[in-house]
């Protein structure tokens, strides 16, 4: 069963905001307050998809890379317009990069 606490962990590990997770998941807030998330095969699928992502940077980075500008846009634009397979990319291409995110200008 998806819980509440599911996703609490993916907006937690990406740095969401509660809007953004409802966005991201298509529920209302009541939905994931009450949990009833087992319609929702993305949340699973999102958590594990960034668990090694997760896993290997410092805190704080994955929450500033997915508002960062990448070589294919920014990672939360992809979540907000629910392109999983671009997020999947993204993620692709900060682990090719060794889970680094610069600052600065190009």
């Not at 905001?17 to 087992?38: A, F, K, Q, Y």
């Not at 997915?66 to 629910?82: K, Q």
């Amino acid at each position: 069963m998806v819980t509440s606490t599911a996703a609490s962990l993916l907006m937690d590990r990406l740095g969401l905001s509660e809007d953004e997770l409802c966005v991201v998941l298509d529920v209302d807030p009541l939905t994931v307050i009450s949990g009833e998330l087992d319609h929702k095969p993305q949340l699973p699928i999102l958590l594990a998809l960034t668990e090694e992502a997760a896993e290997r940077v410092a805190g704080g980075v994955l929450p500033r890379w997915v508002r960062s500008t990448g070589p294919n846009g920014r990672p939360l634009d992809h979540l907000l317009a629910r392109d999983y397979a671009a997020f999947e990319d993204d993620l692709q291409s900060l682990a090719d990069r060794g889970f680094v995110l610069r600052s600065g200008g190009r």
